[in-house]
Structures are given as structure tokens and as C-alpha cells.
């Protein structure tokens, strides 16, 4: 299938593992495939037709590190009001500052999708050289605001090699399009090697893809 390329940047980034520490956030040295799934969605998302499979991802800018408090709230949002004076906390982030990814993702079509991958890949394509979402793309929190363009392939990734050991793959089941009231998050992983400053992504449904349960 065609691949989709494209690029996204900002000032700050924080791919943090979900089951991560209570009191300090730290990133992930680079995306997790979740995480580029994510700004992918907000671009073009259409879960009963496609899911996106993301392939490979390249690390543009040097990884550099950044350190800050943010207030946060401890309870978990449920049917209660939440009074944010009483429920407020400063929790310790260690997050990425400017960053810039190249994204390598092929549209995957559900079975029960009567159309072409090529329907789709246009209208993905379309989005993306005109700049629409469906709403403003994050790089791992919704503060750290995500730009992006098609890439022209010119930069070439940082000349660096890294093990960063299991990594979170993605939250969910991506064959798993059913609309709920509550989520059903189904956790998996993936050894995440960078090469070069590029990180292969095995397909989903590869056996190098580590599938659990809640991430919570």
C-alpha cells in the first residue's frame, strides 16, 4: 500500500508510559507508535473504514531533554464534579524540547470496507497538504501543540543508535472500532531499536507486537 509521509514538530513533547510513576512524568526518548497514531487521528480518522498502521519513524532534531513542574489533578474524572482547588498537585515532568519527526504510516482498510486504500490515502493526503483536523494534534499531552506538513524528505535523521527497550506499542485494539460508553483500553508493546536515528514499527498483528491487558 502507500505510504503516507509526513512531518510534525513542536516546542515541547512527553510520550510517557501510561502505567508510569505517580509523582515524577518522564518521556520516552521518542514517540511511541500510539502516540504518532494519535496525530494521525486528529488529521484523518475514520474507525469503522481504516486504521492507521504506523511503519517507521525518524528522529530529525538531536533528543534533548527539558524539566518543569505542572499542576495537575490527582482524582480520575468520573460522575462527580471534581472541586480542581482541593484536587490540584505539581507533578515533576521530564519532557522533550524541539523535536521534529518524520512518519511513515499506510492506511489499513476494514473488511468490511466496500471502498479502495486509494479512497482513503487521497483523502488523507488532502488533509494534510491543506492543514485540516478534526482537532489540534498533541505530542503527547494536549499542551505540547503538534504542527505538521507533508515532509519533502530533505533532513536526514540524527546519526544515533539507541535501545530503548519495551515500549508501549498502543493503548488500544486496533481491530477493536466498537463505539462504548466506557473505553476498553488492551495494552501492548513492542522492542523499540533506533537505528540511525529510525525506529522500524512491526505491523500490528506481528508477533514482535506484545499484547496484554489494561494499562491501568
Not at 119 to 133: D, E, P, S, V
Request: hydrophobic letters at 35%; glycine letters at 6%.
Amino acid at each position: 500500500m502507500e505510504e503516507i509521509i509526513l512531518e510534525v514538530w513542536g516546542d515541547f513533547a512527553c510520550f510517557s508510559d501510561p502505567a508510569g510513576g505517580k509523582v515524577e512524568r518522564l518521556s520516552y526518548p521518542f514517540p511511541t507508535p500510539s502516540a504518532v497514531r494519535g496525530i494521525l487521528s486528529a488529521i484523518y480518522s475514520k474507525p469503522p473504514e481504516f486504521f492507521w498502521q504506523i511503519n517507521r519513524i525518524e528522529v530529525l532534531n538531536p533528543i534533548r531533554y527539558i524539566s518543569f513542574k505542572r499542576n495537575e489533578i490527582k482524582s480520575t474524572v468520573r460522575d462527580k464534579p471534581i472541586y480542581t482547588d482541593e484536587d490540584r498537585t505539581q507533578r515533576q515532568t521530564v519532557a522533550l524540547r524541539d523535536v521534529r519527526y518524520r512518519i511513515a504510516a499506510t492506511i489499513v482498510p476494514r473488511e468490511t470496507f466496500s471502498g479502495t486504500a486509494e479512497q482513503l490515502c487521497r483523502q488523507a493526503l488532502r488533509r494534510i497538504r491543506n492543514g485540516k483536523t478534526y482537532f489540534q494534534p498533541s505530542l503527547g499531552l494536549r499542551e505540547f501543540v503538534a504542527y505538521f506538513e507533508e515532509s519533502d524528505g530533505i533532513k536526514e535523521p540524527i546519526p544515533v543508535d539507541m535501545d530503548a527497550g519495551l515500549m508501549v506499542y498502543d493503548v488500544f485494539d486496533l481491530h477493536d472500532y466498537e463505539v462504548r460508553k466506557k473505553t476498553r483500553p488492551q495494552l501492548s508493546l513492542f522492542h523499540a531499536v533506533m537505528k540511525q536515528g529510525v525506529i522500524q514499527v512491526p505491523p500490528y498483528d506481528s508477533p514482535e507486537v506484545l499484547k496484554g491487558g489494561s494499562p491501568c
